[in-house]
């Protein structure tokens, strides 16, 4: 069973009995779900993500101390703490009354704060460049099941995607290092025989690469090792899962050389294409260079605009 499908029925038949009898007083003021760390609230769980962190349990998210107070949120904790031991087959994790790292009681502002360094989820743009996206993938991932007052609905809501010159400042970016590393220093370093400066550049291109793709889909780029897993799921480019998995995995030798730059020409040439079917860009041209440079005139901020191309990366 996929963690979220456990966690959306732990809560249904043992949660939300448990918060009607004991505090149906205050239940509009909670919201209850799963997001946050953890495969199960991306849904790329599978058999191996059983052996850590696999439980069926949930969150319940408060709002501020001024509307549920610490001695409320502590006879939660204790409430949610004897909740059945096991369910459907699976064993919960010990959970002290205090609450645990990815279930249990749980303040919004702590859980925004935790992954975005904002407590009210109110993030300047300024901010936005120091915020990793697997982190805003973590704050908009996965279910809520219940909002009584609506407030973890809508600030996941706001944040469900970057503001336009947060994306652009980071699509152009990451153009630039795709062409740095696949079109430019990939070639130069293999002319050298230098194969083990040739297999970092077409890291740097495929890591680049991935970025890119993901900003074109306007998806957040979730934790590295799930990256190929939700690019196979993008509505653009998924096509490209297989011939970026190639670059990382051969070798230099002098045929694969060949092959790996002509992937990496036509990588680029479909990146190009998807952007300018989306409006991003107009030039005809497969230079990840230029279409950088020609994404970030498009920032609409000029202190944003004037700012190193590389600035948020």
């Given amino acids: ?36 760390s953890g495969s199960e609230c991306f849904g790329y769980d599978d058999i191996y993500s059983q052996d850590h962190d696999f439980e069926p349990g949930f969150c319940i998210f408060l709002p501020d101390e001024s509307i549920v107070d610490r001695k409320t949120a502590f006879a939660l904790e204790r409430a949610y703490s004897k909740l059945p031991k096991e369910f459907m087959g699976y064993r919960r994790s010990y959970l002290s009354p205090v609450g645990g790292e990815r279930h249990g009681v749980i303040r919004i502002s702590d859980f925004l704060y935790d992954r975005t360094g904002c407590a009210d989820g109110r993030i300047t743009t300024e901010q936005y460049f120091g915020i990793p996206e697997q982190a805003l993938a973590e704050v908009t991932n996965g279910e809520i099941f219940y909002d009584g007052l609506g407030q973890i609905t809508e600030i996941r809501a706001r944040l469900a995607y970057l503001p336009d010159d947060v994306r652009l400042k980071r699509l152009a970016g990451n153009l630039l290092l795709m062409g740095q590393a ?39 780029a979730p934790y590295y090792k799930w990256s190929f897993r939700a690019l196979s799921e993008l509505e653009r480019l998924s096509e490209l899962a297989k011939p970026l998995e190639y670059l990382i995995s051969s070798g230099n030798s002098e045929s694969e050389r060949s092959k790996k730059s002509e992937i ?43 700012l190193h191309i590389l600035y948020a990366i």
């Fill in 1 to 36: 069973m996929k963690g979220l499908e456990l966690s959306r029925r732990f809560y249904h038949e043992c949660g939300e009995p448990m918060l009607r009898e004991q505090f149906g007083d205050i239940l509009g003021l909670l919201a209850v779900g799963l997001a946050g």
């Fill in 182 to 220: 696949g079109q430019y220093n990939y070639n130069r370093c293999v002319a050298r025989h230098d194969s083990a400066a040739a297999q970092l550049a077409i890291f740097e291109f495929v890591k680049a690469a991935l970025a890119v793709i993901f900003l074109v889909n306007k998806h957040y």
């Fill in 264 to 306: 990496v020409e036509q990588i680029c040439r479909d990146i190009a294409l998807a952007m300018k079917d989306n409006g991003l860009v107009t030039a005809e041209s497969s230079s990840m260079e230029e279409l950088a440079y020609s994404v970030n005139s498009l920032i609409a901020d000029s202190k944003v605009r004037n």
